[in-house]
């Protein structure tokens, strides 16, 4: 199980930007009810997210880690509804 995010940890994955440095590998950010949210939905909703994070809510913007997605082509933004770029597929 991956260690849950506190407010800090998040706003320090968000500075980071979309892509993983080195390798430049696209991420995402999971919520703790499994939903994944893009770089740019999280960002836009980053209030929203520490908010859920600080209060541990069940609300579905509670982002519980950050991930690469590597070969999902079929990956959606549960936010914004856009496909989450894939690194490989």
Not at 1 to 26: I, V
Not at 43 to 61: T, V, Y
Request: aromatic share 12%; with cysteine; glycine share 8%.
């Amino acid at each position: 199980m991956a260690q849950f995010f506190r407010p800090s940890d998040f706003g320090r994955a968000l500075k980071c930007g979309p892509y993983t440095s080195p390798g430049c590998y696209p991420v995402y950010f999971i919520t703790s009810d499994g939903a994944a949210l893009s770089h740019r939905a999280a960002k836009a909703n980053g209030w929203r997210i520490c908010q859920s994070i600080r209060e541990r809510a069940d609300d579905g913007w509670r982002v519980v880690t950050a991930e690469v997605n590597w070969e999902d082509p079929a990956l959606i933004c549960e936010d914004s509804g856009e496909r989450i770029e894939s690194a490989y597929a």
